[in-house]
Every structure is written in structure tokens, then in C-alpha cells.
């Protein structure tokens, strides 16, 4: 009987369990697919039409919209049993611009596991610990800085600028500045006393889906006039134009903001387009 050697004998066991590690690696045979949000801004149902005063609100004012330039980060996919995806951690919040159509679509870098998901979930603005003055160095994104006066150190940029004009019941032509991000404390003497995180998370209602090896589209709808819906009714009038300093005012804002945000639809993107 022939005796193998050794090192031989070393050799051909190191090849069976490398053809064996191979083959039977569960990872290179798992597919993946992408997605790509679109950011859509609709009013009653309508896409907006900006620079015209042809909106109604449910307090009764009058208004128009001229921009709107906001924050999403931390979007976390759930899976049908329950363990969770989050996208893009590295560079973790977006930049949405009606002025920068380029701005309203977003790649995502990830490679999506396969399979069913049960939700989409997202934080409107950016968390606080992570929401540092100075961390966009060029514009647009560094256009949203937020004062640091009113937002100390974890106050760093605006969640959203939602900007415009309103018919006040005096019959005047005024301008709001729909303003949300970190609020203040204030004492009896209107000192600021502390800050407060306004950021707040959302599950997109209806955003369960499944991805094979595909691009999948998914259109993220910003319902406007639910930012001055339920559960606060919202008066331009009674509230002025400008809240940056008016936490109360920001705070109506958030609560009715986890209404705002829908799914506007969600499809696959056609390789021949």
C-alpha cells in the first residue's frame, strides 16, 4: 500500500476544504438588488405648483409656496421578520431642494438583500447627536446651517425650510418661513435656558415591498398642507411668519409633521429606459 507523504496528505486537505468553503459559502449566493427614492411635494392630492397663491389651509389661510428644502437620514428598511437594514449609514442624511431637481432622487449605495420588507422608516431631519454645526462646508446643504444660538451644539443645520407667503385676514400679502429644527427652553424672561430635539422618526404608512435582483423605485410624498392639518390646527395668522424662536409653534409643526409623509408608489426601474 502506498503511504502519502506528509505534506502531500496537508496539501490535499487544504484543497478539499477550500473547494468545500467555496461551493457551500451562502453568501455568494445570496441575490441583491438597489433602490432609489424619488421625493415628490404634493398638495391635496395634487403635485405642488409653486409661485402661486392657489392653496387653502384648513385654518382658512390663504398661502403659496416658494420652496422647500429639507433633511431625510437614518432610512431603515424592515424586514417581514422583523430584523432591520439601515441605508446608507456612512453618509447617512439626504438634501431635498425643489430648486435642485437633481436633489429629489437618491441613489442609494447599498446592496439590498433579497426578500420581503415589511416597512420603511425614516427620520425627518437629522438626530442631534449626529446634527454637528460646520459638517456640510458647501452649499446647498451648508446654506441650512441653524443658528448656534438656537440650537447649541447639536443644533447644526435646519431640518426643513418650507418657505412662502400667505393672505392675511387684514387683506395683506405676508411672507412665512415654515422653519423646523432644535427649539429652546426659555424662562419667564425669554432667556434660553436649554434645547430641544425636534427631529422625529416616521414609518411610512403602505411601504411594504419585495426586492429581487432589480432597482426598485420608490416615490417618498411630502403632503404639504398636513404640516398645518391635524392633529393641530395651524393659523398663519395667529402664529406670524416666523417660528425659529417659537417652539411652541415648532413643536404643533412636528406632531402634525408625522402625518405629512406617504408612499406615492413603488415600482421597478426599467433596464431599457
Not at 391635496?44 to 397663491?53: L, R, T
Not at 424672561?189 to 420608490?218: H, Y
Request: charged share 25%.
Amino acid at each position: 500500500m502506498k503511504i502519502l507523504k506528509p505534506i502531500t496528505l496537508i496539501f490535499g486537505i487544504a484543497v478539499v476544504l477550500s473547494s468545500c468553503k467555496k461551493n457551500d459559502d451562502p453568501e455568494e449566493k445570496k441575490p441583491t438588488g438597489s433602490i432609489v427614492f424619488n421625493f415628490e411635494h404634493f398638495v391635496d392630492g395634487i403635485e405642488i405648483v409653486f409661485d402661486e397663491m392657489k392653496y387653502v389651509n384648513a385654518a382658512g389661510n390663504q398661502y403659496e409656496v416658494t420652496e422647500i428644502q429639507w433633511f431625510i437620514s437614518d432610512v431603515v428598511l424592515k424586514r417581514s421578520d422583523g430584523s432591520k437594514v439601515l441605508l446608507d449609514e456612512e453618509k447617512f442624511a439626504h438634501y431635498i431642494d425643489t430648486n435642485i431637481p437633481e436633489t429629489e432622487t437618491w441613489e442609494l449605495p447599498d446592496e439590498i438583500p433579497a426578500g420581503d420588507y415589511s416597512s420603511i422608516s425614516m427620520t425627518f431631519g437629522i438626530k442631534g447627536e449626529k446634527n454637528k454645526p460646520m459638517m456640510f462646508t458647501d452649499p446647498p446643504e451648508s446654506d441650512m446651517l441653524w443658528p448656534i444660538n438656537l440650537g447649541g451644539d447639536e443644533g447644526g443645520y435646519h431640518y426643513m425650510k418650507l418657505n412662502g407667503f400667505w393672505i392675511s385676514k387684514d387683506d395683506q400679502r405676508k411672507p412665512f418661513n415654515f422653519h423646523l429644527g432644535v427649539g429652546q427652553e426659555r424662562d419667564v424672561d425669554n432667556n434660553i435656558t436649554g434645547f430641544i430635539q425636534n427631529w422625529f422618526e416616521v414609518e411610512l404608512p403602505s411601504s411594504s415591498f419585495s426586492v429581487e435582483e432589480e432597482t426598485k423605485i420608490i416615490n417618498i410624498r411630502m403632503n404639504v398642507e398636513k404640516w398645518w392639518d391635524q392633529p393641530n390646527l395651524y393659523d398663519h395668522d395667529e402664529i406670524g411668519g416666523s417660528i425659529m424662536h417659537n417652539q411652541k409653534a415648532m413643536k404643533m409643526g412636528v406632531e402634525n409633521g408625522k402625518n405629512v409623509f406617504s408612499i406615492g408608489s413603488i415600482s421597478i426601474l426599467d433596464a431599457d429606459l
